[in-house]
Every structure is written in C-alpha cells, then in structure tokens.
C-alpha cells in the first residue's frame, strides 16, 4: 500500500504526531545525553547489539537494520581547517527496507569523545549510540514511509556555539560522528531505527559562528573562546606516500611467448580502467593533478609521494598497446577470441604515466601483488626472482627510469618467518610491514630489525594499520587487509562510499595531531615522528576520492602539520634502537592468502619450465629467444598466486579469485605438456631392414617449437643389438632433422627397437616411438659357414699346387686332356 492510498485520517494524524513528537524530542536533546533519547521498539524490533569483549561496555558490533536504512551521501566540510565553514553539514538518505511502514521519522547528529589511540581510529565506530553523548536537536525526515520508499535529509550543526545546540568541538583532533534515525514501525513503538557513523577529522576551528562583529571587537584574540583555533606545528610529521598503480591480472594464461602473435586478454575490463573516467585513469589523474605545477608549486607534495606501480600491469598495458585479443571465454584462454577495444586508451595511458614518472619517485611492487609467503613455500629461485628481482627492470625498461630500489612491499602487509628469510637470500632491503606484523615497540614510521633474516639484511619499516585499513575500504571495491586485527573487523557494507572516506581522512590525519611530548630537536628524543600512508596495492577509489585523499595530505604539508619524506629515506632509514623484533603472522592471511593447491600446482611446474629452458637454444636467426618464449608461462605461475580480490568484502570475489587460479595453473600445465609433446621422434612405416650386421639406423626428429632445442636420444634395444650413441643433437625450430644411428646386430630374428627424445638434463620429450628392425646378418653360423669354406677352398687349392709341383697328375683332372 502505497502513502498515498493510506486512508486519510492515517496520514495526516500521522504528520501531526510527528511534529509534535520531533518538538517534544528537540525540546531536551541538547543537554540530555544520547542513550536517554533512544526507547525500545516494543514488538516491531530487537535492535539489541551484542557487547564485544575486546572494547568498553559501550562498544557493540553493528547489525543490519530490520526497518529503516541510513546512509551518509555528503559531508560538508570534509576536513574543518580555521578557514573553514564553522558549520558541519550532512546529507543522506533515509530508505525502508521492512516490510510495514514506518511512521514519525527524525534524525540527529551525535558526536563521541575524539580518537585516543589509533586503534579507536577503527574501535569508534562501532562503539554503542551511548558513547555519542553529545547530541543536537532532531529533524523532520518525512512524516512516514511506505517499504521501498526513501527520502533525503540534510543536518547542520556548529561546531562550538555559546548560545545554541553544537558539536562542542573545541579543539583540534579526529572526532567520531554519528548521524542516529528514529521512526515509530507499524505495530510498533518509537525506537532507534538505524545509524551511520564517520570520522570528521579537525585540523583547525574557525571563528565561532554565533558571534557579531560588534561582539567580537576586543575578544576575537588567541584565548578568546570565539577566536579561530590553530593547530600546533611545533613538532611536524614526516610524511611519506605510496600511490599505488595495480591491476588484477588479465593475461590469458598458458599463451607463450610470439613475436607475431597478439596478447590474449581474459576479459576488456582493463580498457575500461584505462579509458576516460576509468579507475586507473582517475588514479593517474589525481596524481597529475594533485603534484602539477600549478597545485603543487613548492613540490612537498611530490616530494613526499612514490608512485607504486605493478610490473604486470605495464607488461598487459605496453603489450595492449600493439593491439591485443579478448577470448570469448575467460576458463578457455586458447579459446576463440575477438579484438580489444582498448588499444589507444593504453597508448594514451602509458604516455602519461611515463611523463608523470619522470618527475617523481617510482618504485616497483612485487610482481602481480604476489603473495610473498606463498612464494617462500614454493622455493622456486627463477619465479622468486621474477617476482620480487626482476619487477624493477621491467618497470625501468617500459617507463624509461631509474625506480627505487631496495624496498619490497608485499601486498599482504605481512610476513612470515620463510618471507623473511627468503629476502635475506635476495639481498639487503627494507620492507613494508603493518605495525602489528612485528613484535616491537617501535612506533609505525620507524625501522625495525627483522629477528632470523640476518643482521643489517632485512629491516621493517613500519605503517600504521587502522590508516591503512581505512584507505583499504574507500572505493568502490572495500576491502579488509589482513592484519587488521579481528576486534577491529566490521562489515564495511553498513558504511557508504562517503562515511568510509571520512573515516580515511580522519585516520590520514590523526597521527599529525598528536604530539611526542618532547621538542623536534631533544637530544633524548629516539625515534622520530612519521607516517607511511599505504593505501592497498589494488585501490578501487575514483578520481573524487582519490583527489580529496591527496589535497588532505597537502592541507597537512602546506599547514606545517607535516613534512615530505621521499621513500628513498624510508628504504634506507636503519633502526634506531638495536631491538631485533620477531614476526607475528595472523591467522587471518592465511585464510586470505594462496590455497595449498596452488602452490603444489605452482611447485610441480616451474621445474618443468625451468628443465625446457635450458634445453632451448637462442639462434641469432631466430628474433624469438627462448626466455621471452617461456617468460610468459613462469610470469603465469606467479600471477596464480597473486593475492588480487582475496580481500574483497564481496564474498563472491575471493571465489572468482580461487577460480581464476585454478584456471591459470591448470592452462600452464597444458601447455608445458604440449611443448613436451611438441618435440619427438617420428615412427617410420613399416618394418626397418638392416643391409648389413653394421648398418645405421636412420631416424626422423621433428621439432614443433618456435625455438631451436637440443636433444638427446634414448634407446632401448634388445642385447643382440649395440647402439651407438649419438650424442646432443639440436633441432631447428619448426623443423626436423635425420638422425643417423649406428647399429651393430648380433643376431638375424626380428627385433623390436624403443626410440624417444630427452633433454640434456633427463627429462623425457615427446612420446616414445617403437621401431621393428629385422638384419639381412646370420650370426654366428654364418661365421663358421664362411669359415669353413674358406679352409676347404684353401686346403683344395693347396692340394693341386702340391701336385702340379711334383709333377703328378691331380685327380681332379682325370679326364682332362691338353689341347
């Protein structure tokens, strides 16, 4: 039943209950505090919220609304400076999502105790309405609404007033916000319907709103309680930000290396990305923007970011540049296939990334956000250098720079004991850990020695994780990382797109409002203050939020809150103090990382691919090497272990994850098998004869590989008969070559001879090919056969010279007269 066919007694009592309720209730809600504003829904509802034990009693875990939807659409001003609008606005919607109307529908903002600790950054917002005791007035939303119906509202309250309702914001600090809904369901009594909560971070306060001039003149001074209020820049934050460029990866899987054919693509999503308005071209442009000359004229911007960018995503975005194929069908990536649309906005992307990397920091991720303890299991050197070695010259060779080196940032954020040592093994460098993925006491932004992965070898530079995590749920996509810990875990759907971003912002500006308690230059002082802004590798913000991300961090470098911190200071900042701290892996990533039956899948071929690589062979007539002709397929066994959409709070994400795993995996394998199979030695017709005892055998291999290979042949052959060996043979690619084999038989039966190809190093090419090989020799027999007419014939001959000497008629010429 829609309102307008409710019966009009029903209506209209409605809309006069309604007002006069929301006087009553704005009538004692600015002294009262907020849980005495709040009844319970009789039978219409159990809002209960169940206490979690990790937080105050105050603190409850959220729950789906049953009646009334809020969400929060704007936030006016996101960031409160002293130059501000001294009045903080909120719009949203209110939607119903029950199943009966709800009538007498108001809201109010509310506002807790500011943050304390950066994990209230996250605990906040999940604390019970009770702990926003500080409440304004309610307003009129609409008298009623029917399911399915919504209405939008706004919300103004001051910040500090010394006449009327407000904040009471009175200093500057991050301040947890909560905009609270009441409505009266069908059937049932008033109640607190549903909330949305945010943080509004607070820089600075502008002058008081309720004062005139006349009333200002004299007292609008430093100590005035109307006067603006600064913020303390006596001890700045060093501030250093990662922006990162990463994709999912969309190579087509199990598609070798060509230098004629196109790259295949699991799907055009890229193109989208990469286009006008696409998330990847926003990123970029925020970027442009944000460090251009003409926003950024002192450089503190640029100078404190470091472009992070994924070596997969220039290889899939340079190679698209050539025109590129979408098949059909992303689980058969041999499949049919149709040209991608994407081709110019790659080249036009590419170019830009390229101008803005010149002129600023860049670094290199590991390669397709690969799960880095995934990979230490493994225990591949080839893949672990393709992953982790190998991305920083790719990103050099496709931009055209010199990136920072020495710096590994795993996507998890975390490590476990074989990572670490596994890093050792690569070299000195300085890794990106979550400030909880340590056992130190080390403040995020410092350095900290790794426990077993070798002194001075392995160091932690360390963010904080409630910033991090707040980045990590703004977009489109949110996402959880995995070092969050589980008391500060929440469904991110309850929150909109909006309130999510100003939890960012608040958590990116908590930490430059807090002060160490002693002076920039005390000679007690052991650790310095600084952030590391990490946003996750695979960021689905758009340009707007990315923008408002970047010009917060500006407001704090051009305020003096904070300072730039190139990352090359990060990678080679040393510990300060000599605690070498131990690692701390959650539960939690390995629930999110690679399933064991990827990694398994992974370990059995890469040797297979490593064995083919070094039986191939590089012919300078041949353009095509066998490194780019395998590269692809080992680029492949480290993509199905990228950690890309394991996080997604979209269930249906990680299992398209697993998915598209098992699809790469299983499509190397069936192409390592045909290689295998591409090489062999061809089954001749019919049944061999040998000439002689000595005769060769004469073969046939055929090569059907685009590369020359070297080869070695097997034989299995009865004892009768002795084959030589041939030794490595090459072959040429796409060709065949006859192979002469020397034979010596012993014996006349007809034998069957097993013939098959290998490499140098064992491992079998090809099938095996049985040939029937039947000698013209009789053996032993005919040896004496031959030998004893040989002795008769010499015996006879000599018998007749014996005559003939002694002048005696031989008795084989009886008969025989002289002419």
């Known amino acids: 039943m829609t309102l307008a066919s409710r019966p009009a007694w029903r209506r209209y009592g409605a809309a006069v209950l309604t007002t006069l309720t929301l006087v009553l209730m704005s009538a004692g809600t600015v002294a009262a505090p907020a849980s005495a504003q709040t009844t319970t829904a009789e039978s219409a509802t159990s809002q209960e919220r169940t206490p979690s034990s990790t937080r105050s009693s105050l603190t409850k875990s959220r729950t789906q609304p049953e009646f009334l ?134 820089l600075g306060l502008p002058r008081m709103p309720d004062t005139t001039d006349t009333e200002l003149q004299g007292s609008d001074t430093a100590g005035s309680p109307t006067a603006p209020v600064p913020p303390d820049t006596t001890d700045p934050l060093a501030v250093t930000m990662l922006w990162p460029l990463a994709d999912a990866p969309r190579l087509a899987a199990g598609v070798p290396g060509s230098m004629t054919e196109k790259v295949r693509l699991v799907d055009d999503e890229l193109a989208g990305s990469l286009a006008k308005g696409g998330r990847l071209d926003q990123l970029l442009g925020a970027a442009e923007f944000a460090t251009g000359p003409d926003v950024d004229r002192d450089r503190r911007l640029a100078d404190s970011m470091c472009l992070a960018v994924d070596p997969d995503l220039l290889i899939t975005v340079s190679n698209m540049t050539r025109g590129y194929l979408v098949v059909d069908d992303s689980a058969r990536p041999e499949g049919p296939a149709h040209e991608g649309g994407g081709r110019d906005a790659a080249a036009a992307w590419l170019d830009r990334l390229e101008t803005l990397a010149r002129g600023m920091c860049v670094t290199a991720v590991p390669f397709a956000q690969a799960d880095i303890a995934a ?73 900290v020695t790794i426990a077993g992965a070798g002194a001075d070898t392995v160091n932690a530079a360390l963010f904080d994780v409630s910033t991090a995590a707040a980045l990590a749920a703004v977009g489109a ?101 000599p605690e070498i701290a131990s690692l701390a892996y959650p539960q939690r990533a390995i629930l999110d990382g690679t399933p064991e039956s990827i990694e398994w899948a992974v370990a059995a071929q890469a040797p297979r691919i490593f064995n083919l690589m070094q039986a191939l062979v590089e012919d300078p007539q041949v353009p095509l090497t066998p490194t780019r002709f395998l590269a692809p397929l080992r680029e492949d066994l480290v993509r199905a272990m990228s950690l890309s959409g394991r996080r997604d709070q979209d269930v249906a994400a ?21 290689m295998y199979a591409s090489v062999t030695v061809l089954a001749p017709g019919g049944v061999y004869t040998l000439a ?69 190093n064992g491992q079998t090419l090809g099938e095996q090919t049985s040939v029937t090989v039947r000698s013209n020799a009789y053996g032993q027999a005919l040896a004496i056969i031959t030998a004893s007419a040989g002795a008769l014939l010499l015996f006879l001959a000599g018998r007749r010279l014996w005559h003939r000497f002694r002048g005696q008629p031989d008795r084989a010429d009886e008969g025989y007269e002289r002419p």
């Open 69 to 202: 939807e809020l969400r929060i659409d704007a936030v006016t001003p996101a960031t409160v400076t002293t130059s501000s609008e001294p009045t903080v606005t909120v719009s949203g919607t209110v939607a119903n999502v029950g199943d009966r109307p709800v009538t007498d529908i108001g809201v109010r903002l509310q506002r807790a105790a500011p943050v304390d600790s950066s994990d209230e950054l996250r605990t906040s917002l999940d604390l019970d309405q009770g702990a926003f005791d500080v409440v304004g007035p309610f307003v009129q939303v609409a008298p009623a609404l029917d399911e399915g119906e919504q209405s939008q509202f706004t919300l103004s309250l001051p910040l500090r007033s010394l006449t009327g309702p407000a904040l009471g914001i009175d200093a500057p600090g991050v301040y947890p916000l909560l905009v609270n809904v009441n409505g009266t369901p069908e059937y049932g009594g008033q109640a607190r319907l549903d909330d949305a909560r945010f943080l509004l971070p607070v």
């Open 375 to 447: 990979l230490s299991r493994v225990a591949d050197p080839i893949l672990t250098t393709t992953a982790l070695k190998a991305p920083a010259d790719i990103v050099d060779s496709i931009l055209g720079v010199t990136s920072l080196r020495g710096l590994t940032w795993p996507d998890a954020g975390v490590l476990d004991n074989s990572a670490a040592q596994m890093l050792h093994q690569l070299g000195p460098t300085t890794t990106l850990l979550a400030a909880n993925a340590v056992d130190s006491t080390a403040p995020p932004g410092n350095a």
């Open 477 to 577: 996509n949110p996402q959880t990382p995995s070092y969050v810990p589980e008391r500060a875990r929440y469904n991110l759907d309850r929150d909109s797109r909006t309130a999510r971003l100003q939890d960012a912002l608040g958590a990116v500006t908590w930490s430059s409002l807090q002060k160490s308690g002693k002076p920039s230059g005390a000679a007690d002082r052991t650790t310095d203050r600084s952030m590391l802004i990490v946003p996750p590798q695979q960021w689905s913000v758009d340009g707007d939020e990315a923008g408002t991300v970047l010009s917060t961090v500006s407001t704090l470098l051009r305020s003096g809150l904070a300072t730039p911190r190139p990352l090359a200071k990060v990678a080679e900042q040393r510990p300060s103090s």
């Open 654 to 674: 990680t299992t398209e994850a697993d998915d598209a795993a098992h699809t790469r995996v299983d499509a190397v394998t069936t192409t390592i098998d045909g």
């Open 692 to 760: 002689s005892e000595q005769s060769p055998l004469l073969l046939v291999a055929r090569n059907d590989l685009p590369v020359a290979i070297t080869v070695q042949l097997r034989v299995d052959a009865p004892d009768e008969m002795h084959i030589t060996d041939i030794g490595p043979q090459q072959l040429p690619p796409r060709g065949s070559r006859s192979l002469q084999v020397p034979a010596e038989v012993a014996d006349s039966r007809t034998m069957v001879v097993s013939f098959s190809l290998a490499t140098e």
